[in-house]
């Protein structure tokens, strides 16, 4: 399996970051992409971890702040790619 780019947690929230690659089919350039999943953590009936991307209200403004960390971290990412960067 792929490693993520990055993980941010708020309790058991967690915002992972991937990193993808996709390929043009007219130019057979390989561009970059990231994409976030954000999910809750809890357990089952049978005391087992699973994940959620149902979250209540309260877990709202933390889901909110996990995407402000994992945008503001991908546009680091793409700003230190970049050729001109140095």
Request: aromatic share 10%; charged share 25%.
């Amino acid at each position: 399996m792929t490693k993520p780019a990055a993980k941010f947690r708020d309790g058991r929230l967690t915002a992972t970051i991937w990193k993808n690659e996709t390929t043009k089919q007219d130019t057979g350039e390989i561009s970059q992409f990231y994409s976030v999943d954000i999910v809750r953590s809890y357990k089952d009936a049978n005391d087992q971890w699973q994940e959620t991307p149902s979250f209540t209200g309260a877990d709202l403004l933390k889901v909110a702040n996990l995407s402000t960390q994992a945008y503001n971290y991908i546009l680091n990412l793409k700003a230190e790619s970049r050729p001109d960067h140095g």
